[in-house]
């Protein structure tokens, strides 16, 4: 069956052609993991136009699409992820808004939605300022160094500082205390470890990742991600025992994303479940610090590289902020300049490098090719066409879209800005970033730049 199924997929993508394939690796070993597979898949998308087979491993295969009118025709509908990729990650974050699909996708959205109205959004940017400022602050130590330094690592620990302090009212002294973050190096594993179990095809198999060493790995990270989430959940749950508190949420006056999934009913008056809750918590704790980490660290990367364009956004920001010394919810359309510089670097370095759907019926494409049910897609975040809307999509788009988008949109401004009043930041030549597309996009050897502090009189 296992022969026929492979006759089958091949005959699906027929009218796809695209590179050369080994009959049992597929096209795993061209992918080196040495910081060029993103080359590659560029390459590729150049040579095969609209989009192209990858197989990993001699039965499972994805149609990598990469244009905006193919990723459009994709996007308008509501079908659910694949059931391959996200699949792995189920027994990390659970069925929440990333993974979910169907009814209880569109009823979690909709109890969901509430938490990123922008009277939520509003008090969070104090919030974000205020972690900025102790990782700026932190760095001082760099300014005056004139040697370079990793830059991940810090924006890690402030987005989740970030969204510790936003969405959960936890604050959990993570940028300052000594070591490494446990819940922020399990995560990082995580992210390998589901990468490295979809390029490595006995790994599909449960039983197989199960008694595997790295299948070991897997369960001990996930048990400390998840020990995590369950204490901040346990905090507020006893939070929430104290009348007091709950008037004062029930006011409106203390209304996180944490308060409103406790307490969202639905029409039947019906809560979430305390599985329901982890799910979400788990999916935002991951979701909401990891992806503004690379984007941010990318941006900032970015500007170094070009101090033209870094010298027009510190000259806005510093018109805007007028002394001040933190962003204010008014402040943050003000900045046009600065955000176009925010979107050109996630066109570039998408945080999400690829997203995937399955399709549930057969679909036409723009130029008469057809695929059948059942298949996987899978569309770069990185695109070259700067026409269509469905050429930029760091957010997705279409009903599936990211529901913090205005979230991260907002910290990376509060960042960017507040960074640049404060310091210079000058590329290191020696230091390359090496891109490796895993959930979230990274670089194997880190991101550095130098620094140095911004003379207020200039």
């Given at each position: 069956?296992?022969?026929?199924?492979?006759?089958?997929?091949?005959?699906?993508?027929e009218?796809?052609?695209?590179?050369?394939?080994?009959?049992?690796?597929?096209?795993?070993?061209?992918?080196?993991?040495?910081?060029?597979?993103?080359?590659?898949?560029?390459?590729?998308?150049?040579?095969?136009?609209?989009?192209f087979?990858?197989?990993?491993?001699?039965?499972?295969?994805?149609?990598?699409?990469?244009?905006?009118?193919?990723?459009?025709?994709?996007?308008?509908?509501?079908?659910?992820?694949?059931?391959?990729?996200?699949?792995?990650?189920?027994?990390?974050?659970?069925?929440?808004?990333?993974?979910?699909?169907?009814?209880?996708?569109?009823?979690?959205?909709?109890?969901?939605?509430?938490?990123?109205?922008?009277?939520?959004?509003?008090?969070?940017?104090?919030?974000?300022?205020?972690?900025?400022?102790?990782?700026?602050?932190?760095?001082?130590?760099?300014?005056?160094?004139?040697?370079?330094?990793?830059?991940?690592q810090?924006?890690?620990?402030?987005?989740?500082?970030?969204?510790?302090?936003?969405?959960?009212?936890?604050?959990?002294?993570?940028?300052?205390e000594?070591?490494t973050?446990?819940?922020?190096?399990?995560?990082?594993?995580?992210?390998?470890?589901?990468?490295?179990?979809?390029?490595?095809?006995?790994?599909?198999?449960?039983?197989?990742?199960?008694?595997?060493?790295?299948?070991?790995?897997?369960?001990?990270?996930?048990?400390?991600?998840?020990?995590?989430?369950?204490?901040?959940?346990?905090?507020?749950?006893?939070?929430?025992?104290?009348?007091?508190?709950?008037?004062?949420i029930?006011?409106?006056?203390?209304?996180?994303?944490?308060?409103?999934?406790?307490?969202?009913?639905?029409?039947?008056?019906?809560?979430?479940?305390?599985?329901?809750?982890?799910?979400?918590?788990?999916?935002?704790?991951?979701?909401g610090?990891?992806?503004?980490?690379?984007?941010?660290?990318?941006?900032?990367?970015?500007?170094?590289?070009?101090?033209?364009?870094?010298?027009?956004?510190?000259?806005?920001?510093?018109?805007?902020?007028?002394?001040?010394?933190?962003?204010?919810?008014?402040?943050?359309?003000?900045?046009?300049?600065?955000?176009?510089?925010?979107k050109?670097?996630?066109?570039?370095?998408p945080?999400?490098?690829?997203?995937?759907?399955?399709?549930?019926k057969?679909?036409?494409?723009?130029?008469?090719?057809?695929?059948?049910?059942?298949l996987?897609?899978?569309?770069?975040?990185?695109?070259?066409?700067?026409?269509?809307p469905?050429?930029?999509?760091?957010?997705?788009?279409?009903?599936?879209?990211?529901?913090?988008?205005?979230?991260?949109?907002?910290?990376?401004?509060?960042?960017?800005?507040?960074?640049?009043?404060?310091?210079?930041?000058?590329?290191?030549?020696?230091?390359?970033?090496?891109?490796?597309?895993?959930?979230?996009?990274?670089?194997?050897?880190?991101?550095?730049?130098?620094?140095?502090?911004?003379?207020?009189?200039?």
């Amino acid at each position: 069956p296992l022969l026929a199924k492979r006759r089958d997929v091949f005959r699906s993508y027929e009218d796809f052609p695209g590179p050369p394939t080994h009959w049992l690796f597929g096209h795993v070993l061209e992918f080196k993991q040495d910081g060029t597979d993103f080359d590659t898949l560029m390459a590729w998308t150049k040579q095969y136009p609209y989009a192209f087979p990858l197989w990993f491993g001699p039965f499972f295969c994805v149609l990598n699409i990469h244009h905006p009118d193919y990723v459009k025709t994709i996007l308008a509908s509501t079908g659910p992820k694949d059931d391959v990729s996200y699949r792995f990650i189920l027994s990390w974050i659970g069925e929440g808004l990333l993974v979910s699909s169907g009814q209880k996708w569109f009823r979690h959205r909709r109890l969901l939605t509430p938490g990123f109205h922008y009277d939520v959004l509003k008090p969070y940017v104090k919030l974000m300022s205020d972690s900025t400022k102790t990782m700026l602050d932190k760095w001082g130590s760099y300014a005056n160094s004139n040697e370079s330094f990793e830059l991940f690592q810090h924006v890690s620990l402030m987005t989740l500082d970030s969204i510790l302090k936003c969405a959960f009212s936890y604050n959990s002294n993570c940028q300052t205390e000594s070591g490494t973050n446990v819940y922020i190096k399990a995560v990082y594993e995580l992210s390998d470890l589901i990468n490295l179990r979809l390029r490595t095809f006995p790994y599909h198999s449960d039983l197989i990742f199960y008694l595997s060493p790295h299948g070991y790995r897997y369960r001990k990270a996930i048990k400390v991600a998840q020990s995590h989430t369950e204490e901040v959940i346990k905090k507020r749950k006893e939070a929430l025992k104290e009348e007091k508190e709950l008037d004062r949420i029930q006011a409106k006056k203390n209304l996180d994303f944490l308060n409103i999934l406790l307490l969202a009913r639905d029409e039947k008056q019906q809560g979430l479940s305390d599985e329901d809750i982890r799910a979400e918590v788990d999916t935002f704790m991951f979701e909401g610090h990891d992806t503004t980490a690379s984007g941010i660290s990318f941006i900032l990367y970015s500007l170094a590289c070009h101090p033209e364009h870094q010298k027009i956004c510190r000259d806005e920001i510093m018109q805007v902020l007028d002394g001040k010394d933190t962003m204010d919810w008014e402040d943050l359309s003000k900045i046009p300049y600065t955000t176009m510089c925010i979107k050109e670097s996630l066109r570039i370095y998408p945080p999400v490098p690829g997203m995937s759907r399955k399709i549930t019926k057969p679909i036409t494409f723009c130029d008469g090719r057809t695929l059948p049910e059942g298949l996987l897609l899978m569309f770069l975040g990185k695109n070259v066409s700067k026409r269509s809307p469905h050429a930029f999509v760091p957010f997705s788009a279409g009903p599936r879209n990211c529901i913090g988008q205005n979230f991260a949109m907002n910290e990376m401004k509060v960042v960017i800005a507040l960074t640049l009043k404060k310091y210079h930041l000058i590329e290191d030549p020696n230091w390359k970033p090496k891109i490796i597309p895993r959930l979230v996009l990274r670089s194997l050897n880190g991101i550095h730049i130098k620094i140095k502090p911004v003379d207020p009189q200039v």
